[in-house]
């Protein structure tokens, strides 16, 4: 069958495109109608919403899009439209989350949502560039963020001490919580001696299994980090006072 040059142009045109990979197609030469990918982040923390912008510090997200014209995944930031898709191409949506180390991790992360509208799709979400598209992703996290608290128990080893006597005070200390006492905010108690029912002088002695004791008239003080569970021993000693009616700090 006889065919035009302007014509044979035209079919070997359509065939190259049916065949050419969207890689290698040519940016500079218009491929039909072209559309926008905008994909924009929000963190859900212990049932809380936060907008990527507005998230706790210590967590982010990298979100990325692969395209266009076969480009492969890059960095997109969150709310940002990237142009120039052609109306067909693939198109892959994914994030990834930072989160702090300790006590928290990702229940799940999935597209929430497509120009407004509800879905819940695991990512990567692979699909085809269309209209200008609008995506958003979800990060649910849950944070175990327990409470440290100190129980403190006290003992003397004699009850009614004679003047002059040397007495032994021992106090354990534990972390009766499910949170930790760190360094940072550790855990601190106090043995005012004037609390004594007997008039006593402190021999300056305190030692503690854990952490650091001190005095400071008139009381013995220790501080330091202790773990859920854990305890620490602090011992001290006091003269009984000979002669004495009252405590002789009060």
Same mark, same amino acid.
């Given at each position: 069958?006889?065919?035009?040059?302007?014509?044979?142009?035209?079919? #070997?045109? +359509? &065939? #190259?495109? =049916?065949?050419?990979?969207? =890689?290698?197609?040519?940016?500079?030469?218009a491929?039909?109608?072209?559309?926008?990918?905008?994909?924009?982040h929000?963190?859900?923390?212990?049932?809380?919403?936060?907008?990527?912008?507005? $998230?706790?510090?210590?967590? &982010?997200?990298?979100?990325?899009? !692969?395209?266009?014209?076969?480009?492969?995944?890059?960095?997109?930031? @969150?709310?940002?439209?990237?142009?120039?898709?052609?109306?067909?191409?693939?198109?892959?949506?994914?994030?990834?989350? !930072?989160?702090?180390?300790?006590?928290?991790?990702?229940? @799940?992360? $999935?597209?929430?949502?497509?120009?407004?509208?509800?879905?819940?799709?695991?990512?990567?979400?692979?699909?085809? +560039?269309?209209?200008? $598209?609008?995506y958003?992703?979800?990060?649910?996290?849950?944070? !175990?963020?327990?409470?440290?608290?100190l129980?403190?128990?006290?003992?003397?080893?004699?009850?009614?001490?004679?003047?002059?006597?040397?007495?032994?005070?021992?106090?354990? +200390?534990?972390?009766?919580?499910?949170? /930790?006492?760190?360094?940072?905010?550790? &855990?601190?108690?106090?043995?005012? #001696?004037?609390?004594?029912?007997?008039?006593?002088?402190?021999?300056? /002695?305190?030692?503690?299994? @854990?952490?650091?004791?001190?005095?400071? $008239?008139?009381?013995?003080?220790? !501080?330091?980090? #202790?773990e859920?569970?854990?305890?620490?021993?602090?011992?001290?000693?006091?003269?009984?006072?000979?002669?004495? +009616?009252?405590?002789?700090?009060?």
């Amino acid at each position: 069958m006889w065919m035009s040059r302007s014509s044979a142009v035209v079919v #070997l045109a +359509a &065939a #190259l495109a =049916a065949v050419t990979p969207w =890689a290698a197609r040519g940016s500079t030469v218009a491929q039909g109608p072209r559309s926008s990918v905008t994909v924009a982040h929000t963190w859900l923390i212990d049932g809380i919403g936060y907008p990527d912008g507005a $998230r706790p510090e210590g967590f &982010a997200a990298v979100l990325s899009l !692969t395209g266009p014209g076969g480009l492969p995944a890059s960095r997109q930031p @969150s709310g940002v439209p990237r142009a120039g898709y052609a109306v067909g191409e693939p198109l892959t949506v994914d994030a990834h989350a !930072t989160i702090p180390e300790e006590g928290c991790s990702v229940t @799940s992360q $999935r597209l929430t949502g497509v120009n407004g509208r509800r879905t819940s799709r695991p990512l990567p979400y692979r699909t085809a +560039a269309t209209a200008s $598209r609008a995506y958003r992703i979800t990060t649910s996290v849950v944070c !175990t963020t327990g409470k440290p608290e100190l129980t403190v128990v006290r003992d003397a080893d004699a009850a009614t001490p004679e003047p002059g006597q040397t007495v032994t005070h021992t106090v354990f +200390a534990t972390n009766t919580g499910d949170g /930790d006492f760190t360094a940072e905010h550790p &855990a601190v108690f106090s043995d005012d #001696l004037t609390g004594l029912p007997y008039a006593a002088s402190y021999n300056g /002695d305190a030692t503690a299994t @854990s952490g650091e004791v001190s005095y400071g $008239r008139p009381a013995v003080t220790w !501080t330091g980090p #202790l773990e859920a569970g854990a305890s620490t021993t602090i011992q001290y000693t006091v003269t009984v006072s000979d002669g004495r +009616a009252q405590n002789p700090w009060s």
